[in-house]
Each structure stands twice: as structure tokens, then as C-alpha cells.
T-cell receptor, first 114, second 110 residues
Framework: QQQVKQSPQSLIVQKGGISIINCAYE??????FPWYQQFPGKGPALLIA?????SEKKEGRFTISFNKSAKQFSLHIMDSQPGDSATYFC?????????????FGTGTRLKVLA | ETGVTQSPTHLIKTRGQQVTLRCSSQ?????VSWYQQALGQGPQFIFQ???????GRGNFPPRFSGLQFPNYSSELNVNALELDDSALYLC?????????FGPGTRLTVL
């Protein structure tokens, strides 16, 4: 029940295309869903996050779509660029104040072809 | 850059040894979480410290232990190192729900 399932494991997209990564969870207590981007040799960097009372959130080329009833959420990268080539992780968390604990998905390795 | 720093960057140890990893949290953040990231995997939650007290632990044995200091910096200690402990160890600092990660410490156990 604590797992977050992420797909696909890897993704190849042409420059200018749309990259879509999906995640699913079971625990309905989760109330915060961030996405992280990680380049080789670096720590994960927070991209965008959403709460379950919102169905969509957009920041620049990055959009999260959230389906509470299906317990699924996805990251869409519009106009994908070679610089977006990285590993992307979804996470789900619950907590209070400063004590949120994250469960991460297994990651999606994205390659954007020039 | 997040302002979260970790040391050392890389570390090589042999099986059975002990290791201490350090993390300085971002200014104003009172919570530090530690994660283990094996190659090709997502970060796995080890434990979290909130105002110098352990505040939750993942599925890791007691030989993984930690501390948080009054300035909210933190240490991760691993005793009796095993080959499977080879991984990238990440710390993340937070004030509320957003966690900001450091660059990690790459630990290799031979």
C-alpha cells in the first residue's frame, strides 16, 4: 500500500514532442505529489508538485495531471528539449508541518533526440 | 542549487567498516530526511529527523543510525558495512512539505 508505481521505465522522444510519465498509488492518505528531475551524479531537483484537491497544475512546459478517483497522476513535458534528458521520479507523501515523508517511484529515464 | 550540502562527495570503504556521512540543511529548514539510492532505482527512505528527534524510519536495520544537531545539520552513520550498502546517499532538508536534496555521497563498499 506504500508503493508508488511509475511507468514507463524509459522513454525516447523527438525534440519538440510531448513526454508523458505516469504514476499510480494505493494509499489514499497521500496528500502531496511532487516530481523530481535528476541528472547523472546529481541529487534530485524539485520540478513541480500538486495536491489532490487540484486536477491539473502547469509550470512552464511542465504539467501535472491528477486523477484522484483513479489514484493516478502524470507528468507532461511539452516541447521536449535535449536538455530535458534526465531521470524523472514521482513521489507521494503525507504528513504534517515539516515532517512529510516521501515514497518515490522507480524512475523514468527520458532521452530527447535532437 | 538548493543550499543543501553533503560531505564527503565520494567514499570507499571495506566490508565491516563504519562510515559517517554529513549533511548541512538549507537555512531555515528544521527537518532532514535521509535516502539511499541504489543504481537505477528511486530513493528509498531511511529516516527523518525533526528538531533533533528521529521522526520516522524506513525499512532499514538498526546499524543505520543518525543524529541531528541544534543547527539542524545531520549525520548518517552506518556500522558493519555490507556490499549492498554501496549506493548514493541523499539528504533532503525541508520546512514544510517541499524537500530539497543535496548532491549526495557516493559510497562504495569493497
Amino acid at each position: 500500500q506504500q508503493q508508488v508505481k511509475q511507468s514507463p521505465q524509459s522513454l525516447i522522444v523527438q525534440k519538440g514532442g510531448i513526454s508523458i510519465i505516469n504514476c499510480a498509488y494505493e494509499n489514499t492518505a497521500f496528500d502531496y505529489f511532487p516530481w523530481y528531475q535528476q541528472f547523472p551524479g546529481k541529487g534530485p531537483a524539485l520540478l513541480i508538485a500538486i495536491r489532490p484537491d487540484v486536477s491539473e497544475k502547469k509550470e512552464g512546459r511542465f504539467t501535472i495531471s491528477f486523477n484522484k478517483s483513479a489514484k493516478q497522476f502524470s507528468l507532461h513535458i511539452m516541447d521536449s528539449q535535449p536538455g530535458d534528458s534526465a531521470t524523472y521520479f514521482c513521489a507521494a507523501s503525507t504528513g504534517t508541518s515539516g515532517t512529510y515523508k516521501y515514497i518515490f517511484g522507480t524512475g523514468t529515464r527520458l532521452k530527447v533526440l535532437a | 542549487e538548493t543550499g543543501v550540502t553533503q560531505s564527503p562527495t565520494h567514499l570507499i570503504k571495506t566490508r565491516g567498516q563504519q562510515v559517517t556521512l554529513r549533511c548541512s540543511s538549507q537555512s531555515g529548514h528544521n527537518t532532514v530526511s535521509w535516502y539511499q539510492q541504489a543504481l537505477g532505482q528511486g530513493p528509498q527512505f531511511i529516516f527523518q529527523y525533526y528538531r533533533e528527534e528521529e521522526n520516522g524510519r524506513g525499512n532499514f536495520p538498526p546499524r543505520f543510525s543518525g543524529l541531528q544537531f541544534p543547527n539542524y545539520s545531520s549525520e548518517l552513520n552506518v556500522n558493519a558495512l555490507e556490499l549492498d550498502d554501496s549506493a548514493l546517499y541523499l539528504c533532503a532538508s525541508s520546512q514544510y512539505n517541499e524537500q530539497f536534496f543535496g548532491p549526495g555521497t557516493r559510497l562504495t563498499v569493497l
